[in-house]
């Protein structure tokens, strides 16, 4: 399966296949790695990198993953080319944000009537024990707010509209 894969503003071209032993076999702009991975949690990875043993924590946003490596979190979109189409139309006849996990609100960083800029920080949402910007998917003004800090939210929650 190729993807597109965009780590801190660099686009890379990624080919993953699974291998007869279970392990994969992953190409990160033409270098190849062998992985083997298990994911004791649903928030967890654990790897073996061409046979370096690696830990990562990754929480799915509106905007692709959060990947936390050695305490350091880098925000991760992978895309499929097949479904770029789709995914490049989704959030953008809206101004609704909503939530794609169960989590609780830790900061609303904006208040009705705040202009706002497309990517701008609207609120925090811890999931899974890691903290996450929700980010404005349209540049307007803030119309709704329908969370409140300490606020816990489903999936699927709407959490700030707008205009």
Known sequence: MKYEV???????????ERRRDGAYRVVVDDVEHIVDLSRPTPDAFQMLIDNASWEAGAVFT????LVDVMGLTTEVEVVDPRRKPIQLSAGTSG?????????RVVRVLVAAGDP????????VIEAMKM????????????A????????TVESGAKLVRIE
């Open 95 to 103: 101004g609704t944000l909503s939530t794609q996990m169960p989590g």
């Open 131 to 142: 903290e996450n910007e929700m980010k404005a998917p349209i540049a307007g003004t803030v």
């Open 62 to 65: 509106p905007a692709g993953w």
């Open 116 to 123: 706002v800029t497309k990517g701008q920080p609207l609120l």
């Open 6 to 16: 965009t780590i801190e503003g660099t686009l890379r071209h990624v080919t993953v």
């Open 144 to 151: 709704d707010i329908f969370v409140a800090e300490g606020q």
